[in-house]
């Protein structure tokens, strides 16, 4: 991927795919739940507007998920001449960096999958599994922001000159 329009654009679908799975879970927890709970009076309709609306964001998620593997791949491509030493490598800040950063997506994309496939798939909830399953958004949220901070240190060690 030589060309500098080609590697924006996969940046912009990169970033746009973050900002829509990460967008998606600060908009559930900062707004929806907080303004369904105080305006549902009852239990189960506010439950069900909830896993309404949790259904649509998976779409969202799922879709973002494979769109940041793809970009991601095609990115690491491009850095791989420049600071990035592979998946995984801690040889220097900036792979180390995005190493820790590519652990955190794997276990957002890991609590999104056990979340929507597994314990919102289980019809008898008990009230502490219900409780367990709603907290799992706020956790993605504060690790999504985590992978958010490292993007940022890592497109500034990125810039930097490349040492010995």
Known sequence: MA?????????????LFTALWIGGLAFMVIILTPVVRKYFEEKGEADR?????Q???????YISIIGLI????LLSKQAMTKHFDGPFSF??????????????????????????QILDRIKA?????????????????????????LSGIGA???????TP
């Open 3 to 15: 060309s500098p329009i080609l590697f924006g654009i996969m940046n912009f679908l990169h970033d």
């Open 49 to 53: 507007f909830m896993n309404k609306a």
């Open 55 to 61: 259904k649509r964001l998976k779409i969202v998620v």
């Open 70 to 73: 793809v970009t991601g791949i």
């Open 91 to 116: 040889t220097n800040d900036y792979s180390t960096l995005l190493s820790i950063k590519h652990i955190l997506t794997i276990i957002m994309v890991t609590i999104a999958i056990v979340k929507s």
């Open 125 to 149: 909830q008990s009230k502490p599994l219900k409780k367990a399953r709603m907290m799992l958004i706020p956790i993605n949220l504060v690790i999504g922001i985590a992978i958010l901070v």
């Open 156 to 162: 500034a060690l990125g810039a930097m000159p490349v």
